[in-house]
């Protein structure tokens, strides 16, 4: 039988806490750190620590960030008085990419969802009702995932938000670029029908 050594077998478990990160996938990374030399490692660890240490919420808008508020929260540039809902800083991150939106972001860093024991006091939905009370936002746009714990967490926000005269939009979804038809599935043919526009 072979031998387990427990310091391998604690950095495994280590990786196998990351999200996606399965059993084999974790020991692939384990041995990638062995091949590692000393330095590399101490450069990975101290890599790891800096993150953990030196990011924090924006105090405005809950993305990560390294100072006081994120870049996008101070620049004069952006539209304050529009805010973007995402679950996620990667979303701000995907959405920053299209070049298409110039308004602020609010992060709730998850979803509502009572069978993982997440419920709306776990999110920053409270700094947000917070901020659209303090601010002059005129739109809030709803970008979570388009899955139940998303579409449940959106419909919850704008049911606090809609009495405080804020337009309260959701983003549109539906087929995606490059796919087929016949793959698709009933909810999302159903968005992309209701999502239709005009193009004459």
């Known amino acids: 039988m072979a031998e387990t050594l427990e310091p391998l077998e604690r950095l495994t478990d280590m990786f196998r806490k990351l999200d996606g990160v399965g059993k084999k996938s974790a020991a692939r990374y384990a041995f990638c750190v062995l091949n590692f030399s000393e330095q590399e490692a101490r450069d990975f660890a101290e890599a790891i ?7 924090r919420k924006c105090s405005v808008c809950c993305n990560i960030t390294t100072g006081e508020k994120c870049k996008i929260c101070e620049s004069p540039a952006r539209d304050h008085s529009i805010v973007c809902v995402v679950e996620d800083p990667r979303a701000v991150m995907a959405i920053e990419k299209t070049r298409q939106y110039n308004g602020v972001y609010h992060v709730l860093h998850g979803t509502i969802s009572p069978m993982r024991g997440v419920t709306p006091d776990k999110l ?11 601010s002059a936002v005129s739109e809030l746009i709803l970008a979570t995932n388009p899955t139940v714990e998303g579409e449940a967490t959106a419909m919850y926000i704008a049911r ?6 804020v337009k309260v939009t959701r983003i549109a979804n539906g087929v995606p670029v490059g796919g087929d038809l016949e793959y698709a599935d009933e909810v999302t043919l159903r968005r992309a029908m209701e999502g239709r526009y005009s193009i004459n």
């Open 124 to 134: 920053t939905i409270r700094e947000l009702l917070a901020r659209l009370n303090n």
């Open 49 to 55: 620590l800096a993150a953990k240490t030196e990011i």
């Open 160 to 165: 606090l938000a809609s009495p405080l005269g």
